[in-house]
């Protein structure tokens, strides 16, 4: 249920008519005063891997205003159909895995082969390898760029 007519949400600073008396550099003088409100759905922020999150331990949220943040060391597939899916009124969903525990290096991308930066583009992005089928796509994909620069 909402604030009455004339009422603002909680917490918000409603200006009361000013005074008579004008104020600084002949500015009328303004008073504020908090109006109180329901909150109509709490906000939470869960952290944990997806199948944390989708267990029992957060079925109290699902109905929350929520910000979910998945420690899953690789994306999980779906994460983000199946966290709105779970949670209707999520407003936030994040993947953030764990440091990652490989070595980070700078590439000269223009000297690399495109499927090697590709491949570790995944890895550094999604935290895991590509599949077959991906590589296949991915090589598709150099190829069709290498014809159009020529």
């Known amino acids: 249920m909402g604030p009455q007519a004339g ?3 909680s917490g918000t600073a409603a200006p009361e008519p000013a005074d008579e008396q004008p104020g600084r550099a002949g500015r009328p003088t303004v008073r504020t005063r908090l109006i109180p409100a329901p909150v109509w ?18 079925i109290a949220d ?4 929520v910000k979910v943040e998945v420690t899953d060391a690789s994306r ?5 159909p199946l966290i709105r899916q779970a949670f209707p009124h999520a407003l ?3 993947h953030r895995p764990p440091a990652a525990s490989h070595e980070k290096r700078i590439v000269d ?9 590709l491949k570790e583009f995944l ?4 935290g895991e390898e590509a599949t077959k089928e991906e590589l296949i ?12 620069e020529q």
């Open 123 to 126: 890895i550094q992005a999604g």
């Open 109 to 117: 991308v223009k000297r690399e082969n495109p499927l090697d930066v």
């Open 7 to 9: 009422q603002a949400p």
């Open 41 to 58: 759905r709490p906000i939470a922020t869960i952290r944990g891997s997806l199948a944390e999150i989708l267990g029992p331990a957060h």
């Open 137 to 148: 796509i991915l090589r598709q994909a150099v190829e069709a760029s290498r014809g159009r």
């Open 76 to 80: 999980p597939r779906e994460m983000n």
């Open 92 to 94: 936030d969903v994040q």
């Open 62 to 65: 699902r109905e929350k205003f």
